[in-house]
């Protein structure tokens, strides 16, 4: 129905940058749906990185990457990218692309498709 691949993780030292891919696909996509990132290091939960709405003018972030991650979308190529500069240690994690059929939000149940991640470790 939905698919979401996502891509552009890597090892990046830290206070580099990275550019992450999703592309989405299936019968049932919808340009109209939100789009978000999360992020799982181990042993912690599935946290909200960043958000952002059909038309890309409403934008949403997590505390820890404000100012640093940007979220975008190119509807006519169905993908979002997140753009991160100054990279952390503590942004190590996978990162999970995620489409939200009814809106934009920062809660990861209220999304309904995810991709399957791309690992990021930044070094020191």
């Known amino acids: 129905q939905v698919q979401l691949v996502e891509s552009g993780g890597g090892l990046v030292q830290a206070g580099g940058s990275l550019r992450l891919s999703c592309a989405a696909s299936g019968r049932t996509f919808k340009s109209t749906y939100g789009m978000g990132w999360f992020r799982q290091a181990p042993g912690n939960e599935r946290e909200f990185v960043a958000a952002?709405?059909?038309?890309?003018?409403?934008?949403y972030y997590g505390d820890s990457v404000k100012g640093r991650f940007t979220i975008s979308r190119d509807n006519a190529k169905n993908t979002v990218y997140l753009q991160m500069k100054s990279l952390k240690l503590g942004d190590t994690a996978v990162y999970y692309c995620?489409?939200?059929?009814?809106?934009?939000?920062?809660?990861?149940?209220?999304?309904?498709?995810w991709g399957q991640g791309t690992q990021v470790t930044v070094s020191s």
């Open positions: 952002i709405n059909w038309s890309g003018v409403n934008t």
């Open positions: 995620a489409a939200d059929e009814h809106g934009t939000s920062w809660y990861r149940d209220e999304y309904e498709y």
